[in-house]
């Protein structure tokens, strides 16, 4: 089975660019996390989704910050405009059924902004 | 909310050793699930080893095991006969039980195997 996949892996823009981050989850998981990790604040949630629907966004750390999962297949994580402290690597994670199955997590996208 | 708290930055051990990671955590809940995963400098996040909190037995994996302790809010992990491809970053996480949540990470170990 293939796994939870994110694209980009690395992208690396200039501040105020639009960055779009996009993961696929494991065929059959109802729950999408999303996470960043950073060295000062570590791996933090940042929003999640149960069958599509946003369940709790209280991680998004400012507006200029969306997620969306049109579908069950797809999920995207969309900056604008970019700052430099949004450098991170940005995990997506997906679960089968009930929450408190393991998380899968995909490779994660390593993003710089310059 | 729930915290997180692994206290050793960083550990190192000369292969075929036995290690310990500590963690403990914070939570008012009485129903929930730990975690440990790994982060080698592929940045894969590779799920070790699971516990659900009613079980009292500890849970083991191979050369893993945890000593989980309820009471005290604790959560250590073992690693027998280390290797050198257990190099790693090992993050303790928190899952309520309760509802639908995502994992609450500790800041993690930087564990290095010497051979």
């Known amino acids: 089975d293939a796994g939870v996949i994110q694209s980009p892996r690395h992208e690396v823009t200039e501040m105020g660019q639009e960055v779009t981050l996009r993961c696929k989850p494991i065929?059959?998981?109802?729950?999408l996390f999303w996470y960043r990790q950073t060295m000062m604040r570590g791996l933090e949630l940042l929003i999640y989704?149960?069958?599509?629907?946003?369940?709790?966004d209280s991680g998004m750390p400012e507006d200029r910050f969306s997620a969306k999962m049109p579908n069950a297949s797809f999920s995207t994580l969309k900056i604008q405009p970019s700052e430099p402290r949004d450098s991170a690597v940005y995990f997506c994670?997906?679960?089968?059924?009930?929450?408190?199955?393991?998380?899968?997590f995909g490779d994660g996208t390593r993003l710089s902004i310059l | 909310a729930q915290t997180v708290t692994q206290s050793q930055p960083e550990m190192s051990v000369q292969e075929a050793e036995t290690v310990t990671l500590s963690c403990t955590y914070d939570?008012?809940?009485?129903?929930?699930?730990l975690f440990w995963y790994k982060q080698p400098p592929s940045r894969q996040m590779i799920l070790v080893i699971r516990?659900?909190?009613?079980?009292?037995q500890n849970a083991t994996e191979n050369r893993f095991s945890v000593n989980f302790q309820k009471a005290a809010k604790s959560f250590s992990l073992k690693i027998s006969d280390s290797q050198l491809g257990d190099t790693a970053m090992y993050f303790c996480?928190?899952?309520?039980?309760?509802?639908?949540?995502?994992?609450?990470f500790g800041k993690g170990t930087h564990l290095i195997i010497q051979p």
């Open positions: 994670a997906s679960s089968p059924g009930a929450p408190n199955q393991p998380q899968h």
């Open positions: 065929s059959g998981h109802d729950y």
């Open positions: 989704f149960n069958n599509n629907v946003p369940i709790d």
């Open positions: 939570t008012s809940e009485n129903n929930y699930y």
């Open positions: 516990q659900e909190a009613y079980k009292q």
């Open positions: 996480a928190f899952l309520s039980g309760g509802g639908a949540d995502g994992l609450t």
